[in-house]
């Protein structure tokens, strides 16, 4: 957003790459817990009973007392009882156009009563609900001393976040009281859109000493810290976050944090003894010490600026980037589809519906355009398809994005003859129940939707490399005899043929009919390799338990930490790389154990960065558990539904867009002269 025009509010913004980097530490607030009835009705009494008037420069703690406030609240609620009342008839606030939906982590501090520790309360709309919380917990001198982490909980948002004019998104904590004083328990705010790196708002604390156990704070004295605002007992409303303040954090001016991409926010609470600092290195206080839920209570995160529709780049610009990656998701569809695959209505299918939406915002800035809204385009022919982006670009838009559409609906529309991508699935292969082709016919390979798998046939020792097909549901046999079977028990979608790729030193191959853009391609491990990863069982004793260590008496220590992984290799017609894709099918690696894994079902893998003229792609598998003859683990894979772009289609786009780009730029150069 707008960086707002106000002093400063102390400091340099506070960073962090991980959650380990806390300042000395102070305690949490209280939130009620069963039982505790009567200290949260003290401290209700203690917030009624006080009257002195608003005194910092921040926002209080309902609607706003404080004249030029920067950071006023956001009712979660309107309606014909007024702003910020949550009862019906008001309804949620339609300024929220997205709210968190997954959660990343949660890690409470020690001692949060069970019914307090259900992070999915976090997702989703407010509910005007003061016990429909997830807490943090609370720590206690010792445990501040100590150096004990302070609880913590990470969320997703499917809609994104970005930087627009006013505040961006806004946090509901079940605090209590009034515009002067709130019972409230803080906490720190982090933003990161690649859910390593995470830049944290600058905070400001001018409470200016302890509150004590069911104290009060004066909210007018706090910015930037979550939890300030009053979100309980029929009121309810969230304590606002703008990105702008973040413009000159380095981990934003290094790009290690895009501001136009966020994905995801970090809430790590504050016990409010002191110890814990602002930004300016004062101390921060709220009531402490608590029990029970004590800590920061998180009932919700709304969004009020989402990623801007069509900007699947992420970049704060709609353009021909963002068309490019369109065309290579058009008509695909699954789970797996996100924002970034051109999929900007959240609805499963890249369509005519997020063409809409891309024209719609079409070479806008980021900064001057409104929050991500989902256009509904309807099944449109040609002609009603370019009407309908010539009506809805803008002007100067026009010619260049109708050209970029025509470019599209040329090579996407039409009869099933000209496809809109192939997807080589082995449905045009048959085979016996339970049962697999491995070459042994000496036909060098096999051909599926026009794609050539090589394979290689040792008739002498009855062996193989390369790739096979099977229908083999087998997910329980370890071992060498097992070595057709996909741990998954069978194809993408529960279809019953998929291939299995044997990498003994020449990398499985698969050739292209010509030089074109792979969109992508499913894989996971085969029952061979899975077990032989999770268990440490290849039927031979050959390998080792990943993560374990044999020195140490126990399984699953750690002691390792190993790795399986798959590299994909694009070649175009002359054999030249076009590039690589990296994807691990294992990775035990991770600093929190429970973080390891080793791939169970089908994960699509994105080829798109291969480029657009690949004509054959090579597999290779590589290991961290390396013995005397080569890798120990089984060196085996399977996939399905590798999808590629039709030779027209890729011509068609490539050649058109260019045009387009190649004519906007003239008419630029001929303006800039005549100017």
């Known amino acids: 957003m707008r960086v707002p025009s106000h002093s400063s509010t102390g400091g340099q913004p506070q960073r962090t790459q991980d959650t380990n980097h806390q300042q000395r530490r102070g305690a949490s607030k209280l939130s009620s817990s069963a039982g505790a009835a009567s200290p949260k009705a003290a401290a209700i009494m203690l917030i009624t009973a006080s009257s002195a008037a608003v005194a910092g420069p921040y926002s209080s703690g309902l609607s706003n007392l404080t004249s030029g406030a920067i950071d006023p609240a956001i009712p979660g609620f309107t309606g014909p009882l007024g702003d910020g009342v949550s009862e019906a008839p008001n309804v949620v606030n339609p300024a929220f156009v997205g709210w968190a939906t997954s959660v990343v982590s949660y890690v409470p501090a020690p001692g949060v009563d069970a019914m307090w520790r259900d992070p999915q309360r976090a997702l989703g709309p407010v509910s005007g609900d003061n016990f429909d919380v997830v807490s943090l917990g609370e720590l206690n001198s010792s445990q501040i001393a100590a150096g004990t982490a302070a609880g913590q909980i990470t969320l997703s948002f499917a809609s994104g976040i970005r930087n627009a004019p006013g505040p961006d998104f806004a946090i509901f904590e079940n605090a209590l009281g009034s515009d002067n004083f709130t019972f409230?328990?803080?906490?720190?705010?982090?933003?990161?859109?690649?859910?390593?790196?995470?830049?944290?708002?600058?905070?400001?604390?001018?409470?200016?000493?302890?509150?004590?156990?069911?104290?009060?704070?004066?909210?007018?004295?706090?910015?930037?810290?979550?939890?300030?605002?009053?979100?309980?007992?029929?009121?309810?409303?969230?304590?606002?976050?703008?990105?702008?303040?973040l413009c000159g954090d380095p981990l934003v001016v290094s790009g290690l944090v895009n501001l136009n991409g966020i994905r995801q926010v970090r809430l790590i609470d504050i016990p409010g003894d002191g110890s814990f600092r602002d930004a300016s290195g004062r101390p921060i206080y709220d009531a402490w010490p608590t029990f029970g839920s004590g800590g920061f209570d998180l009932e919700a995160i709304g969004v009020t600026s989402a990623w801007l529709g069509g900007d699947a780049t992420l970049d704060g610009r709609v353009d021909v980037r963002d068309l490019y990656v369109l065309a290579r998701h058009w008509a695909l569809s699954g789970p797996s589809l996100g924002f970034t695959d051109g999929d900007f209505d959240l609805n499963g299918t890249v369509n005519d519906a997020d063409l809409g939406i891309l024209a719609q915002n079409w070479s806008a800035d980021a900064a001057a355009m409104p929050s991500f809204d989902a256009v509904r385009v309807p099944e449109p022919t040609l002609v009603r398809w370019l009407g309908w982006v010539w009506l809805i670009a803008s002007r100067r838009a026009r010619a260049a994005v109708a050209a970029a559409t025509l470019a599209v609906a040329l090579s996407f529309s039409g009869t099933r003859a000209a496809a809109d991508v192939v997807t080589v699935d082995f449905a045009d292969k048959s085979l016996p129940p339970n049962s697999f082709y491995n070459g042994s016919d000496l036909a060098g390979g096999f051909t599926s939707g026009g794609a050539h798998f090589w394979n290689n046939y040792n008739p002498q020792f009855q062996s193989w490399i390369g790739f096979a097909y099977s229908n083999v549901n087998n997910t329980t046999t370890p071992g060498f005899t097992n070595q057709y079977a996909a741990i998954t028990g069978s194809g993408v979608g529960g279809a019953g043929i998929?291939?299995?790729?044997?990498?003994?030193?020449?990398?499985?191959?698969?050739?292209?009919?010509?030089?074109?853009?792979?969109?992508?391609?499913?894989?996971?491990?085969?029952?061979?390799?899975?077990?032989?990863?999770?268990?440490?069982?290849?039927?031979?004793?050959?390998?080792?338990?990943?993560?374990?260590?044999?020195?140490?008496?126990?399984?699953?220590?750690?002691?390792?930490?190993?790795?399986?992984?798959?590299?994909?290799?694009?070649?175009?017609a002359s054999d030249a790389v076009t590039g690589s894709i990296e994807f691990y099918l294992a990775d035990y690696r991770f600093a929190d154990n429970a973080d390891d894994y080793v791939v169970g079902d089908w994960r699509w893998v994105d080829l798109t960065g291969l480029g657009w003229n690949v004509k054959s792609l090579e597999f290779s598998v590589a290991s961290s558990d390396v013995g005397q003859f080569g890798i120990n683990t089984p060196t085996y894979f399977a996939l399905d539904n590798l999808v590629y772009v039709p030779e027209p289609t890729a011509c068609v786009v490539i050649g058109v867009v260019a045009w387009c780009a190649v004519r906007r730029r003239g008419r630029e150069d001929q303006h800039a002269i005549r100017s």
């Open 184 to 245: 409230a328990e803080l906490a720190y705010v982090e933003v990161s859109s690649d859910g390593v790196n995470f830049a944290r708002f600058t905070s400001t604390s001018l409470t200016p000493a302890a509150v004590g156990a069911y104290g009060s704070i004066d909210p007018t004295d706090v910015h930037n810290l979550a939890g300030k605002h009053v979100n309980a007992y029929s009121q309810s409303w969230g304590t606002p976050f703008d990105l702008a303040d």
């Open 498 to 572: 998929y291939a299995v790729g044997f990498d003994a030193g020449l990398p499985p191959t698969v050739t292209l009919p010509f030089p074109t853009s792979v969109s992508g391609v499913f894989v996971t491990n085969t029952t061979y390799s899975y077990l032989a990863i999770r268990d440490g069982n290849d039927g031979f004793g050959i390998v080792r338990q990943f993560g374990d260590d044999p020195s140490q008496p126990g399984a699953g220590n750690q002691g390792h930490p190993d790795w399986y992984r798959l590299t994909i290799t694009g070649r175009d």
